[in-house]
């Protein structure tokens, strides 16, 4: 590190004091327990300076955006694990992951600029996926050609960073293009560029008249040089990162386990079809890093005292008017990675619950509480009404979940900012009523209530 601002907070900033002690053994999972955008990034930077040795992102791409705080400074991160500011962590973009060669250098180069030094402590799998251009140009198209053919709206309303063609072609297998692949020889990936290529481009002409848009051919020629050259300044990170994986924690290494997106747009555990299309629960460390399972001692639930989505999808506990503004206002709702404003609502406990439980979380960590703070009354949905009928569980199908009237329980107002308090006894009677009825729903016990976004505001119980 060097000594400019970025460098020296991140070296001078630690946790806040009393990360219990068995916080500080084992391996462990953070994931997202609603829509994304719980705040994963802080408690991710504030564990990784708890000894951990690595940090692993083990599902998602540059959809993901995981914003690190340190001092008044903060850092976007979208590829790059979160670790990535402390220069003893070793940080591994695992298999899982669909990676845009493009997105992660301009994020290199981004903190090198601020004084961040990237070398050692990045390693990338040769197994995972690689973004090309075609896939996000088939992001664009996509939800645009369903629309056209269905004759209604019917957006996913992506991010558009390709996450979803990348990882239908590692589905595909025979058009995917693996970390690996960018090694090979140049005239070899050309080869495989070429007939690539050419099956996209039918594609993408095809998905373009669906929908009446423009589509400019790929040239595989170009795109194969273009990519040699991405190819060249990421090889000093390229490694086989799962037996490295295996091999550290054999002998007796700490892995904290990143997870990107949030298990309500998990692929097979959201709101399908409004989700993303990878395994963003802890269920997904396993395959997505390449460690055997039963690895994880904690898996942290990071849930938001609110809730907020950004896209298409179903939101039972969705709010407009003037407190939507004043929780998207106060809580910053803008999307990291594509500025949208996000939507926002309630507490939905019966979603968090259901998320918890999949994740097997063994503790939760709650973010968001300054936002509540300056509201009247604070309500959390419990159950849903649908068709007469009492639901306590989530439904499968996303209209049932669009339909469903949330049931809420009120909350008094916390009354006086909470953002200066620094430790949990000291919180407002009323913000420790309503954290500790979050925790008697869902049950699983808070282990951490963040009063603002800095490593010095989080709260541990
Ligand atoms: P995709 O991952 O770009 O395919 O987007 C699918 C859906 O997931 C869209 O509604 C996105 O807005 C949403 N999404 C994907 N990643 C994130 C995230 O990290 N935070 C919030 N929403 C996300």
Redesign the pocket.
Known sequence: MTDSPAASNAESHTAGPGLPEDLKTGHTAVCGLQ???EGKGQIIDMLSQEGFDFVVRYN??A???HSVHIGDEKFALHLLPSGILSPAIVNVVGNGVVMDPQGILKEIDGLTERGVVIKDNLRISERTHVVLPYHKKQ?ELYDRAVSAARGDAHA??????G??PCYADKALRSTAIRVCDLMLPADRLREKLRYIVRVKNAVLTSLASLCGAEFEPFDADALTDEFLVYADRLRPFVCDASSMLRDQMAQGKRVLFEG???TL?DIDHGTYP????STCTALGVYAGAGVPGGVLEHVLGIVKLYTS?????PFPTELSGDIADQIRDVGREY????G?PRRVGWLDLVATRYTAAVSGVTGLACTGLSVLSGLDEMKVCVGYKHNGQTITTMPADADVIAEVQPVFETFEGIGEPVSEIRSYAKLPAAAKRYVEFVESFVGVPIRMVCVGRRRDQILHR
């Open positions: 829509y994304g955008d998602g791409g959809n993901a955006g992001d996913i309303g992506t991010t558009g960073r996450i979803g990107a997106n949030a747009l409004f989700v993303t299309s989505r950004v896209g298409g999808g999307g990291t990675t594509t949208r």
